[in-house]
């Protein structure tokens, strides 16, 4: 069955650095687009970034772009997510999560999801 | 960048009653790339609906989906206890993607 499971969360200072990674198995891993999504505790969700199955397209939203590298390694189906310059904004709930349709990018809703990883900013 | 809003946000029904829940966008979804999910407490989100009207694989017929364009709606005939949960509208058609703020609906 599909699984993808996060780590590398935990508690980091502001002005840090955490990789979070998405390991996955159960599918056919270089086929598809791995996503992550955020969800502060008690809060809705924001989509991060996503990496191509192929990993030559990438794309992120406005609040992590420039600080946020996402990039895959399809030889040990696992994907990462480099988080640079933490601000306590970034606190959250990190999914990754899989495309639904194969060989797409963007344009695929999200079939499976990670249980998440806590990544606190602070102090 | 594509704003969803969702209402209401919050509902509270009784099991058996039927929930209607909305999206709005800011613009037009390309294609009806719209899609509906459920999170419940401590869990991660579940897909339910794609492109606006299609189920998700093992999701109940009490779930569907309609709507095009900028008005989009979930619709659950007949609620069951374990139906209890917040809902999110998510557009995938153009970057960056896009979550609404979520609908709770709750046990009255």
């Known amino acids: 069955q599909v699984q993808l499971v996060e780590s590398g969360g935990g508690v980091v200072q502001p002005g840090r650095s955490l990789r979070l990674s998405c390991a996955a198995s159960?599918?056919?891993?270089?086929?598809?687009?791995i996503h992550w999504v955020r969800q502060p505790p008690g809060e809705g969700l924001e989509w991060v970034a996503v990496?191509?199955?192929?990993?030559?397209?990438?794309y992120y939203a406005d609040s992590v772009k420039g600080r946020f590298t996402i990039s895959r390694d399809n030889s040990k189906n696992t994907q990462y997510l480099q988080m640079n310059s933490l601000r306590t904004e970034d606190t959250a709930f990190y999914y990754c999560?899989?495309?639904?349709?194969?060989?797409?990018?963007?344009?695929?809703?999200?079939?499976?999801w990670g249980q998440g990883t806590l990544v606190t900013v602070s102090s | 960048e594509i704003v969803l809003t969702q209402s209401p946000g919050s509902l509270s029904l009784s099991p058996g009653e039927r929930a209607t829940l909305s999206c709005r966008a800011s613009?037009?979804?390309?294609?009806?790339?719209l899609a509906w999910y459920q999170q419940k407490p401590g869990q991660a989100p579940r897909l339910l609906i794609y492109?606006?009207?299609f189920r998700a694989t093992g999701i109940p017929d009490r779930f569907s989906g309609s709507g095009s364009g900028t008005d989009f709606t979930l619709t659950i005939t007949r609620l069951e206890p374990e139906d209890f949960a917040v809902y999110y509208c998510?557009?995938?058609?153009?970057?960056?993607?896009?979550f609404g703020q979520g609908t709770k609906v709750e046990i009255k």
């Open positions: 999560a899989k495309g639904l349709v194969g060989k797409t990018t963007v344009t695929s809703p999200l079939d499976y």
């Open positions: 159960g599918f056919t891993f270089s086929t598809y687009a």
């Open positions: 990496i191509s199955y192929d990993g030559t397209n990438k």
């Open positions: 613009q037009s979804v390309s294609n009806n790339y």
């Open positions: 492109r606006a009207s």
């Open positions: 998510h557009q995938y058609g153009s970057s960056p993607l896009t």
